[in-house]
């Protein structure tokens, strides 16, 4: 726990960080000299007591080492970033199937890295390995890369090893703090209202759907065959309200926005050839969906897609199809949340992407959720946070469990070595 006297002084630094070397450097300095081995670079140290404890934050643009239980996890780092032929000519990057032990899930992007070696081709990868494969083979920022593989672990993963599985619960996987089920667990990061995954009501929601899918190539062909903002404001709010009308759990959250605006921003930003990146095109488009796999001479993008260009695009894409967060209650009976998101400015929507984030923590570690929030805490503060930095977010009132936090059921995963030719699960 931070004292008052540090918070205050995390507030300060937060409004200018020229304060951390004020508040921190003379004592750390005066330490390094005494044990000069124990902090080479002494920036660790400033920043950690501000950081919830375990470390973390940013030193030059680079994420700090954990400390205590985290101290085993490693860290990404910043990818070189411009346009690039994926995956190239490297063997260790050709396409191979998965073989009968190996786990795919919900995320086709990550699928697809998997596929091509990019993270393990087991399908459990780490918090590092995940956020710098998806530099390297999309184009996306570390801030961004990092934000994602960050929710990847605590959604789904054993956070003092970084690891966890693209698909269900995996023995391969430790539990430490608690269960680790996976990203295919709903609730914490998947959600309803996928682009080509059913919601978890009907069934299994990691597994492409391919009647989705043609319904998406469907509304794409009304607007040229491109998988742009406007087939996705389209494609969005028919979605929801098929949701709406026919999934009696059907919950649109402040989660739900986040994740469904997100990976509908993804495929426009991230799938399109870096050397036409107006043109999210079937060609571009499919072979990810389809066979999980890059398109022939594929180009990742010129330049990096980071935290802040992703909440201006949800604005855009919430707003071209607006629709009221809540639930379903029973069919006919929805219960609005009151949140209105169209009031809000970027920064706002920032700080409250960054409050849902924080909130999603403790939906990981029941039944260890009371002895190891701090710990959550700890990471996300250290991990996630400070890339949040430009939104100057109010922190008072973050890292409050939610009213869901601590469901453990796992959710249905098909991924006992499933392979997709054509949008077919052979
Ligand atoms: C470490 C990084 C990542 C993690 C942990 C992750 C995780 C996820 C999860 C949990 C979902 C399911 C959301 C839902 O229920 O609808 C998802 C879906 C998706 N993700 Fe990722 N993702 C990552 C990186 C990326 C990247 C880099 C891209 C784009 C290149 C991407 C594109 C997508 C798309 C398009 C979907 C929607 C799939 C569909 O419903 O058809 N993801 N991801």
């Given at each position: 726990m931070l004292t008052e006297e540090q918070y205050e002084q995390y507030k300060a630094v937060k409004r200018d960080p020229k304060m951390a070397e004020v508040f921190f450097a003379e004592p750390v300095l005066a330490e390094r000299e005494a044990a000069p081995e124990a902090d080479p670079q002494g920036l660790g140290d400033i920043l950690s007591p501000i950081l919830g404890g375990l470390g973390g934050g940013l030193v030059n643009g680079i994420l700090a080492p954990f400390s205590g239980v985290l101290q085993n996890l490693n860290v990404p780092t910043p990818q070189p970033t411009g346009l690039k032929l994926i995956?190239?000519?490297?063997?260790?990057n050709q396409f191979k199937y998965p073989g009968p032990t190996d786990v795919r899930g919900l995320c086709p992007t990550l699928n697809t890295l998997a596929n091509h070696g990019f993270i393990s081709r087991t399908g459990i990868t780490t918090f590092a390995e995940a956020s710098n494969a998806c530099q390297i083979a999309y184009g996306f920022g570390y801030d961004l890369c990092t934000v994602l593989s960050a929710l990847g672990v605590i959604a789904g993963g054993d956070l003092v090893s970084g690891k966890y599985s693209i698909g269900g619960a995996d023995s391969r996987v430790p539990n430490t703090l608690g269960p680790s089920l996976g990203l295919d667990k709903h609730g914490t990061f998947e959600i309803d209202n996928s682009i080509t995954r059913q919601d978890t009501f009907f069934g299994n929601q990691a597994d492409f759907k391919l009647s989705r899918w043609n319904r998406l190539v469907d509304i794409a062909s009304k607007y040229g065959g491109f998988f742009g903002e406007q087939t996705f404001i389209e494609e969005k709010g028919i979605t929801y309200d098929e949701s709406l009308a026919t999934n009696p759990t059907f919950f649109a959250g402040a989660k739900w926005f986040v994740v469904a605006h997100a990976e509908r921003a993804f495929v426009y930003r991230a799938l399109p050839n870096g050397t036409f990146p107006d043109k999210a095109d079937f060609q571009n488009i499919a072979p990810f969906f389809l066979n999980e796999t890059f398109p022939p001479q594929w180009f990742r993008r010129a330049s990096a897609y980071s935290v802040p260009n992703l909440v201006t695009d949800i604005a855009a894409l919430y707003a071209g199809s607006p629709r009221p967060l809540g639930a379903n209650?029973?069919?006919?009976n929805f219960v609005p949340l009151g949140q209105d998101i169209t009031a809000m400015t970027p920064a706002q929507l920032g700080c409250f992407i960054l409050q849902n984030i924080f909130d999603t923590i403790p939906g990981q570690v029941q039944p260890g959720l009371l002895a190891n929030l701090g710990v959550y805490k700890a990471f996300a503060t250290g991990a996630i946070l400070p890339f949040f930095g430009s939104f100057n977010c109010p922190l008072d009132s973050y890292v409050v469990p939610s009213p869901s936090a601590g469901s453990s059921s796992a959710g249905s995963s098909g991924n006992s070595g499933p392979i997709i030719i054509n949008g077919v699960y052979q």
């Open positions: 995956p190239g000519n490297a063997a260790a209650e029973g069919l006919n």
